[in-house]
């Protein structure tokens, strides 16, 4: 059985920083693509970032220049360090990997259980 656990979020004043961890564990075969995605009250979940197994990264634009998504292939955790952080970040943020399992032959979606992040003075 695959677990994502999310750490990290919590309250943050306008400008500072947070940085969220999202570890893998259970029987993988393989790590594909590692994401973070983010929901505000009354919006639809949206891509923030998003890292493939080679290293290459994606953001969304509004968070460029101020998030870095990052990962630790060995301990199968990969991480979205938050700076500059501005009041419209807050939401519950769900780490997503994408990857195959001892059980299954082909790739699936996983999902962590999300962490709140909220941005006030």
């Known amino acids: 059985q695959v677990q994502l656990v999310e750490s990290g979020g919590g309250l943050a004043q306008p400008g500072g920083s947070l940085r969220l961890s999202c570890a893998a564990s259970?029987?993988?075969?393989?790590?594909?693509?590692m994401g973070w995605y983010r929901q505000a009250p009354g919006k639809q979940r949206e891509l923030v970032a998003e890292?493939?197994?080679?290293?290459?990264?994606n953001y969304v634009e509004s968070v460029k220049d101020r998030f870095t998504i990052s990962r630790d292939a060995a301990k199968k955790t990969f991480y979205l360090q938050m700076n500059s952080l501005k009041p419209e970040d807050t939401a519950v943020y769900y780490c997503?990997?994408?990857?195959?399992?001892?059980?299954?032959?082909?790739?699936?979606?996983?999902w962590g259980q999300g962490t709140q992040v909220t941005v006030s003075s």
């Open positions: 997503n990997v994408n990857l195959r399992a001892l059980l299954y032959s082909d790739y699936r979606d996983y």
């Open positions: 259970g029987s993988i075969v393989n790590l594909n693509l």
């Open positions: 890292i493939t197994a080679g290293g290459s990264k």
